[in-house]
């Protein structure tokens, strides 16, 4: 094959959830790569999903779309074939991760995702366990694939100088941000009504035979769970908050555990089942309420964290393991806040959050801002405090300035090449057929001829 395929680096494409009004398109088989099939309704999917951020895409990129999902379904054909493995746990952990950032884009109300998607949460994930299954079983033979690839500072010189002068990308002006999360305590006049009504709950179901699924429904704290009757599905050990998953895994199968403290609030849990180290648990949360005056002490308290901060009796390092919220992921990384975008800790400022980007406005590097209020993904309102850290200006990239992300660059180009080099050579003894529909895709001739020689 003379021209290269040109495999966008490490592109896998993630598995889409659509609404059913999304599905109008009368499905049909478009390529067979092995023993795995692409639908036309893949394509169209995936097509739809990039344009969304580039609408001036032409309808030629399809043919790229089709390429890549080629690849992707011969990761996975050949994945199979080798016995790779993917555990069910990892399946599940990563279905529930996709169900978190569903409720938080849905403001955790499952009914709104019922209605947009035009099935429950549990029905998601069961339309969704194979493709997902098959996304990681790729992702894990690409990494087979490229685990040997890296790169040395020589070759890393040698891309950024192989760039014309003329095609180096721009920077925006970039921040890197840390933070303290702070939460509200729950006074003891609240903290005894939580217990005291959880209680009766218990009362209810241990005497009165009454049904936790049930009662689940009607008053857990819970929103993700309580609209599936208290169901958390199946997890692994290390899953949940010691204090939860202590009681959980003590439990026999339709048992009620006595009420449980957490950082949460109160719980009551019934095992549902138990596989080795996964189970299957229901709970009822009754969480304190927060009362205007705990959530003004919160603000005071963190105001008096960052004045001790300005006045240098206290580091940063030791207020955020003192007194920060240790279920943020950004408290495990010296407070330092990734970018959900890119995977590191820079944000250009129009992906910045509204109410970081006013409170960080006119700080200089080192600076804190005053404290302010913001809604956790639980749903619960906290108080944050962020420090700017480094602020860059808007420049052409550079070598020095940019050195990490000119070398990730360079080490996805390294990928893409090994990647390339297999798909070449699997293709030879692969099976693989595309639809009429898209013969005329000159990538796709090339990948037919490689396949068919």
Request: charge should be negative; charged fraction near 30%; proline fraction near 4%.
């Amino acid at each position: 094959m003379k021209n290269k395929l040109r495999i966008i680096p490490l592109l896998l494409f993630p598995f889409l959830l659509a609404a059913q009004n999304d599905r109008a398109v009368i499905d049909r088989v478009v390529a067979t790569v092995g023993g795995e099939i692409i639908l036309l309704s893949e394509v169209q999917e995936q097509f739809a999903y990039v344009q969304k951020e580039q609408p001036t895409l032409p309808e030629e990129f399809r043919c790229t779309v089709l390429q890549n999902l080629i690849v992707q379904k011969l990761l996975v054909n050949q994945a199979k074939l080798d016995s790779v493995e993917v555990k069910d746990e990892e399946v599940e952990n990563q279905l529930n991760a996709r169900i978190d950032r569903l409720m938080l884009y849905f403001n955790q109300d499952p009914k709104a995702i019922e209605e947009f998607y035009g099935q429950g949460i549990e029905q998601i994930k069961e339309q969704t366990r194979s493709d997902m299954r098959n996304q990681l079983l790729a992702e894990r033979m690409q990494g087979e694939i490229t685990s040997h690839a890296t790169i040395t500072p020589s070759e890393v010189r040698r891309f950024f100088k192989d760039i014309p002068a003329d095609s180096l990308p721009y920077f925006n002006a970039e921040v890197e941000i840390r933070e303290i999360v702070y939460k509200p305590r729950v006074n003891a006049v609240e903290r005894e009504k939580a217990r005291l009504a959880i209680e009766e709950l218990r009362t209810r179901i241990v005497d009165g035979g009454e049904d936790l699924a049930s009662l689940a429904g009607k008053y857990s704290d819970d929103p993700g769970s309580a609209a599936n009757a208290g169901d958390l599905g199946w997890q692994k050990r290390g899953t949940f908050v010691p204090e939860f998953e202590a009681m959980a895994y003590k439990l026999e199968k339709n048992q009620v555990s006595p009420v449980v403290e957490t950082e949460f609030g109160f719980h009551i849990i019934q095992l549902v089942e138990r596989r080795g180290n996964l189970i299957r648990c229901r709970h009822i949360l009754i969480k304190p309420s927060i009362t205007d005056e705990d959530m003004a002490a919160a603000k005071t308290k963190l105001d008096t964290i960052r004045n001790l901060l300005l006045s240098n009796n206290l580091t940063f390092g030791e207020a955020l393991k003192k007194y920060g919220d240790k279920n943020q992921s950004s408290f495990h990384n010296d407070g330092r806040v990734a970018n959900p975008r890119s995977g590191n800790t820079f944000f250009e400022v129009a992906d910045l959050d509204t109410d970081i980007f006013f409170a960080i406005d006119g700080l200089g590097v080192g600076g804190y801002s005053q404290p302010f209020e913001f809604r956790s993904p639980d749903g619960s309102t906290n108080f944050r405090l962020v420090q700017l850290n480094s602020r860059s200006k808007p420049h052409k990239a550079d070598l020095k300035l940019d050195y990490n992300k000119i070398q990730q660059a360079a080490l996805d180009q390294k990928k893409a090449d090994f990647t390339e080099k297999w798909v070449l050579e699997k293709l030879r003894s692969t099976y693989l057929s595309v639809s009429d529909m898209f013969q005329f895709c000159p990538n796709l001739k090339e990948m037919l001829a490689e396949s068919n020689p």
